[in-house]
């Protein structure tokens, strides 16, 4: 289903595909962490917990900056073999009771919790219990209203693109 273009979508898009790009070097740096990690645990018998620390938190940076990426190329998981079976018409109305019903309240509860979460941590300075564990736990826990922020941005835009092939000009 090709959906039309809005003011919004325009705006809010070359910024998620922009993120989403250089959140694919997230992944090359996370893959060199963990080829580091490996050749020194088993080659010469020494972990390093911060490397450990270092591939979860990469891990959750890819994966939160990459949520409003995905939405935007709609490169998420959906029930294809139901979905591409359906008329345009039928997947746009999908689409918007998905976003409206679903998407959105969940990004809602996600940022009403997150907020107080990160704000809580940077209020303890919290640090990592492990030691030689990294300092600055609020910073990774971050990541967590930001990128539900970004899938934010992403599904109002899908949802102004989804309207205005339902209904007509939106801009």
């Given at each position: 289903m090709e959906l039309p273009e809005t003011a919004l979508s325009r705006l809010v898009d070359p910024l998620?595909?922009?993120?989403?790009q250089w959140t694919s070097y997230v992944?090359?740096?996370?893959?060199?962490?963990?080829?580091?990690n490996v050749v020194l645990r088993y080659v010469f018998d020494e972990g390093r917990i911060e490397f450990e620390e270092i591939q979860w938190h990469l891990y959750s940076i890819g994966f939160l900056l990459g949520l409003g990426y995905a939405l935007k190329t709609?490169?998420?998981?959906?029930?294809?073999?139901?979905?591409?079976?359906?008329?345009?018409?039928l997947q746009a109305w999908m689409e918007l009771y998905g976003i409206v019903l679903f998407?959105?309240?969940f990004?809602?509860?996600?940022?009403?919790?997150?907020?107080p979460f990160v704000a809580a941590s940077y209020e303890l300075s919290e640090i990592s219990?492990?030691?030689?564990?990294?300092?600055?736990?609020?910073?990774?826990?971050a990541a967590l209203p930001l990128g539900f922020g970004l899938?934010?941005?992403a599904?109002?835009?899908?949802?102004?693109?989804?309207?205005?092939?339902?209904?007509?000009?939106?801009?």
């Open positions: 998620l595909i922009k993120i989403g992944w090359v740096l996370l893959m060199s962490i963990i080829v580091i709609d490169s998420h998981i959906r029930v294809d073999v139901l979905h591409e079976r359906f008329s345009p018409g998407l959105l309240p990004i809602g509860l996600v940022l009403i919790f997150a907020v219990n492990s030691p030689g564990g990294l300092p600055f736990r609020w910073a990774i826990k899938l934010l941005l599904a109002c835009s899908r949802l102004s693109q989804v309207w205005k092939f339902l209904f007509g000009k939106v801009e």
